[in-house]
């Protein structure tokens, strides 16, 4: 089955680091969703992109937050600096256009922890 | 703007015994509406969805859901529930015109017990 890997799986990280978080989309897949999930907010949608420009990045912390997508196969997302309220499994998913005949397909999440 | 609320966070129940699990939704347009499941640790993966057509949708490990417009409701359901079932239930909604945008509900836990 085809799948939308993302790295890290987890990653744990000082408050005032970096962080980087990727995620590789379905093969011919041109719309990409970034989704933070915590147990307070549920699963929240930060960013979508559909043949690499964003589409609506409203969800996202401006001033730390920036999503990106250098190429087709690659989807970033970038948090500098991070703080503990970061701290989540951040989702990435993908899909065919706005055909839903097949859902979108989610990766396994990257787990963020900022102590 | 589209929102979806799913009625209980928790739902326990006995092993082989009948599940509903609810879910409201409000949109003043059309839309199209989603479960997700997701296993401990895992991401998120389609149960089912109403797109059109029949208002009763099947969908995988024999879960299926109602669609019914003048409610504004998308219960999703299961005669015989398994242990392995226990996993976290979203409904989603996004609007049916071109924009691809799902919003979930805040979930459900499904806890099946022996």
């Known amino acids: 089955d085809a799948r939308v890997t993302q790295t890290p799986r987890d990653k744990v990280t000082e408050m005032g680091q970096e962080v980087t978080m990727r995620c590789q989309p379905i093969?011919?897949?041109?719309?990409v969703f970034w989704y933070r999930q915590t147990m307070m907010q549920g699963l929240e949608l930060l960013a979508y992109f559909r043949n690499r420009a964003p589409l609506d990045d409203s969800g996202m912390p401006k001033d730390r937050f920036s999503a990106e997508m250098p190429d087709a196969t690659l989807a970033t997302l970038k948090i500098q600096p991070s703080e503990p309220r970061d701290s989540a499994v951040y989702f990435c998913?993908?899909?065919?256009?706005?055909?839903?005949?097949?859902?979108?397909?989610f990766g396994s999440g990257t787990r963020l922890t900022v102590v | 703007a589209q929102s979806v609320t799913q009625l209980d966070s928790q739902v326990p129940v006995f092993e082989e015994a009948p599940v509903e699990l609810r879910c409201n939704y409000s949109s003043s347009v059309s839309v199209y509406l989603f479960w997700y499941v997701q296993y401990p640790n895992q991401g998120l993966q389609l149960l089912l969805k109403y797109l059109s057509g029949s208002t009763l949708v099947k969908g995988i490990n024999g879960f299926e859901a109602e669609f019914n417009k003048s409610q504004t409701s998308f219960h999703l359901r299961k005669p015989s529930v398994h242990i392995s079932d226990t996993a976290e239930y979203f409904c989603a909604v996004t609007r049916s015109s071109n924009t691809g945008k799902l919003i979930f509900g805040q979930g459900t836990t499904l806890q099946v017990k022996p």
């Open positions: 093969l011919g897949h041109n719309t």
């Open positions: 998913a993908s899909g065919l256009g706005d055909s839903f005949n097949y859902g979108y397909t």
